[in-house]
């Protein structure tokens, strides 16, 4: 079975940015939304940014303007560009594929850190 791996968190001030990346080992067919989401300390997972394989994309409103997700359907690779971070954007990143087959994938995450 594909395994998910996040990488590119880190600790970053306030203002600064960082650029995640999820990578697939292994196979996936027919991928259809590959998305990044939350896990802040004390609050639920949210969602931070998807991707349809028809090309839209959608943002939490807490991140639109300031984060923009991209793909690489042939290496299987979603990114996250993440510009002026804030200190409430820090929390675990993970990233979940969904196949039109409705298999889901999730990664283990990845920790951003943003300092004031």
């Known amino acids: 079975q594909a395994q998910l791996v996040e990488s590119g968190g880190g600790l970053v001030q306030a203002g600064g940015s960082l650029r995640l990346s999820c990578a697939a080992s292994?196979?996936?067919?027919?991928?259809?939304?590959m998305g990044w989401y939350r896990q802040a300390p004390g609050k639920q997972r949210e969602l931070v940014a998807s991707?349809?394989?028809?090309?839209?994309?959608d943002y939490a409103d807490s991140v639109r303007g300031r984060f923009t997700i991209s793909r690489d359907n042939a290496k299987i690779t979603v990114y996250l560009q993440m510009n002026s971070l804030k200190p409430e954007d820090t929390g675990i990143y993970l990233c979940k594929i969904i196949t039109h087959g409705r298999r889901t994938y999730w990664g283990q995450g990845t920790q951003v850190t943003v300092s004031s």
């Open positions: 991707s349809t394989s028809g090309g839209s994309t």
């Open positions: 292994g196979s996936i067919s027919g991928i259809n939304v």
